[in-house]
């Protein structure tokens, strides 16, 4: 019992070399570069390529890897029919767990390996990867259209991948300034150790279920409010509390009650998440680039962080990833609950690392449990039941 500890909070589950955070320090480096450096020069697709080969990668094969991205960008009609047939008002990370989970069936021979020999298979771990990083971004962009009963916007290979997800989702040429914050909130979001939903397709990957299965099942545990799910709910809360000048009585309010300041906290930081600072500096980039007019919505985050901290601080939590990224995504015209969808686009790539991390030295995860339930009950025959 004693070695039991909830939330595996410490616990080491896995040896990995794709990331790296210390807590105390406020640092996150992808293979050994810091975060600060790759949002600055590097771009999603090359980011991806970083986690997924462990190694800067040259103009000919970040060309290669880029051009495949853009050629399995398309998916079959049939996708968009099933979508179709879903509830518009579903939400988006619903949908987006239903059509990566759809995938496998739309494209026989993507059911995963037979064995756990990755160096036989890295020609389909690679190719699986490449579709499914390459898709993701289509599958989120459609829906945006067809919950509104509209035919979705075709993807286009002239476009750097953020900039056709932005296309896709509006429709329209996409802004160069939004889209550069927009692919660097991509490799922000890309990788983060073994946070929830990368244990998630660790685990899946462990039982050497399909690729389409295991980025379902780290989606559908992204969704959640204590995860990825928290970027919606920092939104939300924003627009509740209204302005500034009632962002101290709410916290005070919410913290009573012992309720959650969204986008604050985290298991690993114990400073301001590094992505946050990154963020934040892109809020007010973008504010100077819309002519000066600081977002109320960005005014309100920044006073609620100021009490919240005050508050909070001698527990270590501070603003996280999800505090001010769907600041900027509002400020871009992207609905709130697509947030969450678009931090799964990006951490697919991540996922889709430690997949392949995981098999190329495999064992299936299997914890123990610590059984509180009673032992040795006599069964008694439906009938004679009082
Ligand atoms: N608002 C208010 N209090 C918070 C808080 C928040 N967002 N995050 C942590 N705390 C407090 C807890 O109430 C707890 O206080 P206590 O010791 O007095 O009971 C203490 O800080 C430790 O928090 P705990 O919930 O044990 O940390 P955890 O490591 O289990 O959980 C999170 C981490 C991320 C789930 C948690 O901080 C949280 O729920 N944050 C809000 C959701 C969010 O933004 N998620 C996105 C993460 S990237």
Redesign the pocket.
Known sequence: MSDYLP?LEGVPATKSNISFIDGERGVLAYRGYPIESLAEHSTFEETALLLLDGRLPTAQELAQFDDQLRTNRRVKYNIREMMKSLPPDGHPMEMLQTAVASLGMFYPGTEGLTGSDVGRNLDYVHSMTVKIIARMATLVAMWEHIRNGYDPVPSRTDLTYAENFLYMMSGKEPDPFHASIMDTCLVLHAEHTINASTFAALVAGSTLAAPNGVIASAIGTLSG???GG?NQRVVEMLQEIGAPEHAKAWVDKQ?AV?A????????EYKVKDPRAVILQKLVEKLAVYKGGNVSPLFETALKVEEVATER?AS?G?YP???FYSGVLYAEMGIPADQFTSIFAISRCAGWLAHWREQLADNRIFRPTQVYTGEKDREYVLLGARG
């Open positions: 939330g409010p204590l995860h928290a913290l012992k959650k300041i969204w986008g604050m906290g985290h298991r909070l527990k939590v996280n990833v999800d």
